[in-house]
Every structure is written in C-alpha cells, then in structure tokens.
C-alpha cells in the first residue's frame, strides 16, 4: 500500500572548510564561493533529472516512464541551528512530474532514494571542480573518525576552526554514541546497519534546538570572525591561514 506526500526535501551541504573560508574571506571571495556552491547544486539536480526521475504508469505502476523535469524551489541557509556557518540550500521538490505525454503524474521516489548518494557524491564533486576553477584552492583528503571516509576539505583551511563551528555534529554524535550504549545493553548486540541509521535518525530529532532569532549577513560575519580570533588567536593568524588557500583574501582591514 503505497503513502501520498506533497513532495521531498533535498539538502546540499558542502564540506566545513568551504564554509569557513566562506565566513572569513572578503565580499568578493564569498560570492564567489556562493556561486560555485549554487552551480554545484544545479549540476546535482542536473543528474538527478537525467538519471534518477521518472514516473510509473500502468496497472500498479509495472511501467516507468520518462518526464520533463522537476518542479523545485530552492532555499539557501547560511547557518546551523547552533549559529555556526553552515552555507547550504534545501530544494523542495513537488511530487508531481509531467510525462512526455503530456499527463502530471507522481514521482517514482524509490528510484530517486536509491540515488540520493549519488547525487551527493555529484554535487561534491561539482563544487571543488567550481572552486578549484574560480579560486585555484585544493582539496586534501582528512581523516575523520576511525572507520570512516576521509574528508575532503580545503587544504589550508584550520581544522581547530572546522571543529570549533560543528557544534551541530558533535551533539547529534554524542546523542547516538548514548543511544547505541543503550541498545548493547538491552539486546545485548550492537545495532545493525540499518538499526544505527534510526538510532541517527533519533539522535538528530532528540538533539535538533529550536531555531535562533535570525540575523543580518553582517551580524554572522562580525560573530564569526570574532569566534574565529577566539580559537586562532588573533586576526593575524586568521588573515595567514586564508592566504594559505589559494585566492582567499581576509575579510577585516586591519594593519599587519
């Protein structure tokens, strides 16, 4: 028995340093970064539309069939829940779709599930090509916790600043490490993969702060960089460490 919706939430976030170098680097620089972040989601969408949509027809649907395109809005967010830089954008889309033929129909959601990794691994892909391109910064590759993929983040770019803005992360983190401690201890079994999924999943929504009041673009750069001088050391080191990826600017005149 199939369940209707209105439509699917698509989130395209990318890797912390991007938005760290984001908050710290002049106007000009940001903007730059903006745009190759918002041609990254159009290159995600882009392969999403070409591989991954399509509707069904047919007595239960045994036909999958071509369609003209998504219907989507996009909203871009600066920020996390918890205030730290977070550039990332949400697109809505609509679950209907039009055929070839002319008919609105509703989107075949497994198959657009199944490639929401893909489409991920796109848009990352996507953004440090736009970077590379537009600011000659690199990507390296980090490690992250032990059993995990490494991270590619911009090389130059302080992980002490990464860490500092990922409150958001680290509470979910800890929520599941309590929640999967909890599970040992009553089936007397780690979880499986897919039990860990929704104990993250649980952990997200335990731990998910109501949002703050909003405030201006100015407002989060003065705060940032202020919370940036805090972990760095001073505006020197900052303006060091943006020089360091290639094309960045400091944000803040001020005498060396």
């Known amino acids: 028995q199939t369940t209707a919706i209105a439509g699917f939430d698509l989130t395209f976030s990318p890797v912390k340093s991007v938005s760290t170098l984001w908050a710290l680097a002049d106007q000009p620089t940001a903007a730059v970064i903006e745009r190759a972040h918002h041609a990254a989601v159009a290159d995600a969408l882009s392969f999403l539309e070409s591989h991954a949509l399509f509707t069904r027809t047919g007595a239960q649907g045994v036909r999958q069939v071509n369609v003209r395109g998504l219907v989507a809005a996009a909203f ?50 996507a953004l440090e090509r736009h970077l590379a391109n537009a600011l000659g910064v690199q990507f390296v590759d980090r490690t992250t916790q032990a059993g995990r993929r490494p991270v590619r983040e ?81 505006a020197r080191q900052i303006a060091a460490m943006i020089r360091r990826a290639p094309g960045g600017s400091v944000a803040n005149d001020f005498s060396m």
């Open 154 to 234: 911009i090389d130059g770019v302080d992980p002490a600043l990464t860490r500092r803005w990922s409150a958001r992360r680290r509470s979910i983190e800890q929520r599941q490490a309590e929640l999967a401690t909890a599970f040992q201890a009553t089936h007397g079994r780690p979880p499986t993969p897919v039990e860990a999924i929704a104990l993250a999943q649980q952990a997200t929504l335990e731990t998910r702060e109501d949002k703050h009041e909003p405030r201006s673009l100015t407002e989060q750069r003065t705060t940032w960089w202020d919370q940036a001088v805090e972990v760095l050391g001073g």
């Open 76 to 125: 871009t967010h600066r920020d996390s829940r918890a205030g730290d830089p977070d550039l990332h954008t949400h697109v809505a889309v609509a679950n209907k779709v039009q055929t070839l033929d002319g008919r609105w129909l509703s989107i075949d959601g497994r198959v657009l599930f199944k490639a929401k990794v893909t489409a991920s691994e796109t848009y990352n892909t």
